[in-house]
């Protein structure tokens, strides 16, 4: 069975660098400016990246001012790293991106790795830099097998946000269910 197992982000939005190790399901309480919705926002922005609307979405959100921490001139660069337990090893998807001209982000690197169980030595495939959307299908398209797996992977990764669970929200209220 495929799993997120680790997820490392630097530079993005309130973030300046966090690292977290997550579950099968993650659970994010906190105080109101604590990063939750921040989190949940990479997880958009990687839902998009996937989708190759990443410099749309950019756009749609305030450019990337508002997507670096603190902006450009504090944080030129943003970086993540997202980590998959597999059956035979762990996969890892890493990006940076780096403020460019328009007040767009540009790849940086873009790199696939999987380290096989048993192995010490990781099967890494850069996937270049300067482009403006994720060329992940490029390469899944040409039969690569990692690119194909964290395409998949990567994909399936989900986000539920309530914005409202107190007693009255609705989805605390009673309901009649079609089963």
Same mark, same amino acid.
């Given at each position: 069975? /495929? *799993? ?9 939005? /309130? ?5 977290l190790?997550? +579950? ?10 604590a ?12 839902? *998009? ?6 410099q ?24 993540? *790293?997202?980590l998959? *337990?597999v059956?035979? +090893? ?13 007040? /767009? ?12 169980? +048993? ?6 495939? /850069?996937? +270049? ?34 914005h ?16």
């Amino acid at each position: 069975m /495929s *799993e997120l197992k680790k997820v490392t982000i630097k530079g993005f939005r /309130s973030i300046k660098e966090v690292t977290l190790e997550l +579950g099968p399901l993650n659970i994010l309480i906190g105080a109101n400016g604590a990063g939750k919705s921040n989190l949940i926002a990479f997880f958009k922005l990687m839902n *998009e990246l996937m989708a190759e609307r990443l410099q749309q979405h950019i756009g749609a959100t305030g450019r990337a001012t508002a997507n670096l921490y603190f902006g450009p001139k504090v944080t030129p660069q943003m970086e993540a *790293e997202l980590l998959f *337990e597999v059956d035979n +090893g762990t996969d890892s998807y890493r990006m940076r991106l780096f403020h460019g001209a328009s007040d /767009s982000l540009i790849f940086a690197e873009e790199t696939l790795t999987f380290l096989q169980t +048993g192995f010490r030595k990781p099967k890494t495939i /850069s996937l +270049g830099a300067g482009h403006q959307e994720t060329r992940i299908r490029e390469e899944a398209e040409q039969q690569e097998p990692v690119a194909l797996v964290l395409r998949r992977l990567l994909n399936r990764c989900r986000v539920y946000h309530f914005h409202d669970t107190s007693p009255t929200s609705r989805v605390r209220q009673y309901c009649y269910g079609n089963l």
